[in-house]
């Protein structure tokens, strides 16, 4: 994250849970083959996307690796992930979510590729 100037303290703005309410209800309605759904946070910097059990072991496994590439190539078009946490409700069970940078918004405007 301080790579690019991102703190713990814009992520939990960013994520606020009443103000995101409306998006992840949103979310579900667009959920794919996979069982897997994804929202935006309100003001768009973030991207939430839910997991797999696997699809997260999968992932961890190669966040050294992808830590290592992202040092070495700062210009890498490779989406940033901020974090993979697992939610524990008393509704839904547990849920595996990835937080990552909205690709949407381009790094540099100037040269998006």
Sequence with gaps: MKFDGIKETDIMES???SDNLS???ESGE?????GSFFFFSKDQKFVIKTM???EK???IDMLDDMII???KNPHSLLVRIYGV???KTKIFGSVDLILMENTFQN???ANPF
């Design 57 to 59: 072991k999968i992932l």
């Design 23 to 25: 998006s992840i209800f």
């Design 52 to 54: 797999r059990r696997d």
């Design 69 to 71: 590439h992202l040092r």
């Design 85 to 87: 946490y697992t939610l």
């Design 107 to 109: 790094r540099d405007s």
């Design 30 to 34: 667009g959920m794919g083959k996979s």
């Design 15 to 17: 994520l606020n849970l």
